[in-house]
């Protein structure tokens, strides 16, 4: 029988609670957060029979009692479809109008979360199960308000404190497994160098920004060197996080109007971008001993973006020559990161590119938009690249990218 691969999960996702943001907030900040109430709508005979049936099945292959499940479904908080910012909903309405469709279709992958209210404990168990030794969490509800470009830095800043307050008595269920990743607002830049010090003395290994333009700024910007300089420093590495239905500006605005638009473009283009930002302005450059994740795009682009932006600099480099040294790819390979879609074509020639150190796994659970099957896709990863390979892919280049023990 093979040996059974260890799994460090880099990017998994919490759901934060409603309250967080209606009542953990400063007076001030809290009341223009509003968790709206949706009205009930009245199941006909027939989908009150189809429910009822779909919950049993599922709750019997989960070896959960259904009426502890209802219970706890009755006593869950509005979903994120309801929650408003300043009386204007935080999700587009492109995103609202399928949330919910979204959100029947998975509920039977996560009824031990339901029964759990989504704490850390129901994380550590569920994840375990599924062959999980280590994951480091990242935010669901709070990465789309971290992408709130008009929002005034001071409600960011409370908002961001608050959220890393919370994520830090999540992870207290089960220190060993919840990993807690800082997240920052980028509208206030002196307030990121603060937070990262914050988080640093917690025992973190590491934060998240954004990796658009977030207040007409780039990763790039002269505002944001304290905090590149910090977290080499501190040994902090820094996941570029985006996704779908964020209010900042992307290469796509004007160009996607769907949901399959929108979810299809979004993670690529803005790390696609934000890559170039941290090579043409020399931030990897300044801070060599800086890591840098790029996380949940997959990483089939890449081996052309890298050819590319060496081909520029073979060119052009000179225009850029006194804060950009060496060519892209080998700056990304010194000290850049990116995640892998198991199934993805590519990761062969991303590894031939920059090497077999730099691709990290994550199964983005518990999101929709990945079904949870972390087993398979540990077993496809040797089955494409052998054991060993996978092996790193799996738990050691995690390990090297989060500063953590092996």
């Given at each position: 029988m093979?040996?059974?691969q260890r799994?460090?999960?880099v990017?998994?996702h919490v759901v934060e609670p409603?309250?967080?943001?209606?009542?953990?907030l400063?007076?001030?900040?809290?009341?223009?957060?509003?968790l709206?109430?949706p009205?009930?709508r009245a199941?006909?005979?027939?989908?009150?029979?189809?429910?009822?049936?779909?919950?049993?099945?599922?709750?019997e292959?989960e070896?959960l009692d259904?009426?502890?499940v209802?219970?706890?479904?009755?006593r869950?908080e509005?979903?994120?479809?309801?929650?408003?910012?300043?009386g204007?909903p935080?999700?587009?309405?492109?995103a609202r109008?399928?949330w919910?469709?979204?959100?029947?279709?998975?509920?039977?992958q996560y009824?031990?979360?339901?029964?759990?209210?989504?704490?850390?404990?129901?994380?550590?168990e569920?994840m375990?199960?599924m062959g999980?030794?280590?994951?480091?969490?990242y935010?669901?509800?709070?990465?789309l308000?971290?992408?709130v470009?008009?929002m005034?830095?001071?409600?960011?800043?409370?908002?961001?404190r608050?959220?890393n307050?919370w994520?830090?008595s999540f992870?207290?269920?089960?220190?060993?497994f919840?990993?807690g990743?800082g997240?920052?607002?980028r509208?206030?830049p002196?307030?990121m160098v603060?937070?990262?010090?914050?988080v640093?003395?917690?025992?973190?290994?590491?934060?998240?920004?954004?990796?658009?333009?977030?207040?007409?700024?780039l990763?790039n910007?002269?505002?944001?060197e304290?905090?590149?300089?910090?977290?080499e420093?501190?040994g902090?590495?820094?996941g570029?996080?985006?996704?779908?239905h964020?209010?900042?500006?992307?290469?796509?605005?004007g160009?996607?109007h769907t949901q399959?638009g929108i979810h299809?473009a979004a993670?690529p283009?803005?790390?696609?971008f934000a890559?170039?930002?941290?090579?043409?302005g020399?931030v990897?450059?300044?801070?060599?001993?800086?890591?840098v994740?790029?996380l949940?795009a997959?990483c089939?682009?890449?081996?052309y973006w890298?050819?590319?932006?060496?081909?520029?600099?073979?060119?052009d480099g000179w225009?850029?020559s006194?804060?950009?040294?060496?060519?892209?790819?080998e700056y990304f390979?010194?000290?850049?990161?990116?995640?892998?879609e198991?199934?993805?074509?590519g990761?062969?020639?991303?590894?031939d590119a920059?090497?077999?150190?730099c691709?990290?796994?994550?199964?983005?659970f518990?999101?929709?938009?990945?079904p949870?099957h972390?087993?398979?896709?540990?077993?496809l990863?040797?089955?494409?690249l052998?054991?060993?390979v996978?092996g790193k892919i799996?738990w050691?280049?995690?390990?090297r990218f989060?500063?953590?023990?092996d």
């Amino acid at each position: 029988m093979a040996k059974r691969q260890r799994i460090l999960d880099v990017d998994a996702h919490v759901v934060e609670p409603g309250h967080l943001w209606t009542r953990s907030l400063p007076r001030g900040f809290r009341e223009r957060m509003r968790l709206r109430t949706p009205e009930p709508r009245a199941r006909t005979w027939e989908e009150e029979v189809e429910w009822r049936a779909r919950l049993v099945l599922a709750c019997e292959r989960e070896g959960l009692d259904v009426e502890e499940v209802e219970e706890a479904m009755a006593r869950a908080e509005p979903g994120i479809q309801y929650l408003e910012v300043d009386g204007e909903p935080l999700l587009p309405d492109v995103a609202r109008k399928i949330w919910g469709t979204l959100a029947a279709r998975g509920f039977t992958q996560y009824l031990p979360l339901i029964r759990g209210g989504f704490d850390g404990a129901s994380f550590s168990e569920v994840m375990r199960t599924m062959g999980v030794e280590r994951a480091f969490f990242y935010p669901t509800v709070f990465l789309l308000l971290l992408g709130v470009d008009g929002m005034e830095p001071r409600f960011a800043v409370a908002l961001m404190r608050a959220y890393n307050d919370w994520l830090r008595s999540f992870c207290a269920a089960d220190p060993d497994f919840l990993q807690g990743v800082g997240a920052l607002c980028r509208h206030d830049p002196a307030a990121m160098v603060h937070e990262v010090e914050r988080v640093a003395r917690w025992g973190w290994k590491a934060v998240t920004v954004h990796p658009q333009k977030v207040k007409g700024r780039l990763l790039n910007d002269p505002a944001f060197e304290p905090f590149w300089t910090r977290c080499e420093e501190l040994g902090i590495a820094v996941g570029l996080h985006g996704g779908a239905h964020i209010r900042l500006p992307d290469a796509g605005d004007g160009h996607v109007h769907t949901q399959f638009g929108i979810h299809t473009a979004a993670n690529p283009m803005q790390l696609t971008f934000a890559l170039l930002a941290l090579l043409e302005g020399g931030v990897l450059e300044r801070h060599p001993g800086l890591r840098v994740g790029l996380l949940e795009a997959g990483c089939g682009w890449l081996p052309y973006w890298l050819w590319r932006l060496d081909a520029a600099y073979a060119r052009d480099g000179w225009t850029v020559s006194e804060h950009v040294r060496r060519k892209p790819s080998e700056y990304f390979a010194r000290q850049c990161f990116i995640t892998c879609e198991p199934s993805e074509p590519g990761i062969e020639q991303v590894i031939d590119a920059v090497g077999e150190d730099c691709v990290l796994y994550a199964s983005d659970f518990p999101h929709l938009d990945h079904p949870p099957h972390i087993q398979e896709d540990a077993s496809l990863l040797v089955e494409r690249l052998g054991s060993r390979v996978a092996g790193k892919i799996l738990w050691n280049n995690g390990c090297r990218f989060y500063g953590v023990r092996d």
